[in-house]
């Protein structure tokens, strides 16, 4: 069963007089519990897509159902709550609170969806001991590596048992060993049947998934199977 469904969607951006065709009469599935992967140019209109995807925006035309609800129908305050309810979000940089620790960065969807404070705290200490961050509970941002930080995000993204991930480059600014342990946990969060669909811009990242949709000047060029996993745990080695 599809979870997310994109009908001839489209995207177009005014500027003055000025047209920016974003997105061109796009269309495709996603079923539940897929792990898929977006890539693309900048200007493809991947990040466009995503951010559709994520209900940071509307499409101009055309039609997007996430878990059977028209997107496109509901107001400011419905797609903020569904965008809590269904969606957790990976971000290259992270996008952490500095000030706060990991367990209250975690916290806060929660905090959103108006949990009490007791229940919130078990919530996100048990989601930062499933990414390996049990020891870590209490750090900041800054007392912790590129790696760690990226793993209480992954947290945050997964405590409110939201059943599809949105990453985009999650590994873009981490180093080639931190990269295949933080796939790695994409990876088992998708066979715990929750929908992972991830943008990246490197091949060998994308074998880690099931399916690539490429775009291209706001079109899906192509809709393939993922090709071969290549081994990075190898390539990660040092010499």
């Not at 028209?70 to 971000?91: S, T, W």
């Not at 405590?159 to 080639?176: F, H, K, S, Y």
Request: one cysteine or more; aromatic letters at 4%.
């Amino acid at each position: 069963m599809s979870i997310i469904n994109v009908k001839e969607l489209s995207k177009i951006y005014k500027t003055g007089d000025v047209e920016l065709h974003a997105l061109n009469s796009v269309s495709f599935s996603v079923e539940r519990g897929e792990f898929v992967c977006v890539m693309g140019a900048s200007g493809s209109g991947k990040s466009t897509m995503m951010n559709i995807l994520g209900c940071l925006d509307v499409p101009t035309s055309g039609d997007y159902e996430l878990d059977g609800v028209n997107v496109k129908k509901l107001n400011k305050a419905e797609l903020a709550d569904i965008r809590n309810q269904k969606l957790g979000f990976v971000f290259q940089g992270f996008n952490l609170l500095p000030k706060i620790d990991a367990v209250e960065n975690v916290e806060l969807p929660l905090i959103y969806r108006g949990v009490k404070s007791s229940e919130r705290r078990k919530a996100a200490i048990n989601a930062l001991e499933k990414v390996g961050l049990g020891e870590r509970l209490h750090h900041k941002p800054s007392q912790m590596s590129g790696g760690q930080q990226q793993r209480v995000a992954i947290a945050r993204a997964i405590v409110g048992n939201a059943p599809i991930i949105l990453a985009d480059e999650p590994t873009g600014n981490l180093d080639t060993k931190t990269t295949v342990e933080i796939m790695n946990i994409f990876s088992g969060l998708h066979d715990q049947g929750i929908t992972v669909i991830l943008v990246t811009h490197e091949p060998e990242i994308a074998t880690w998934s099931q399916r690539v949709l490429r775009f291209r000047d706001g079109q899906i060029i192509s809709d393939e199977a993922a090709p071969k996993k290549e081994n990075l745990e190898t390539e990660a080695r040092p010499q």
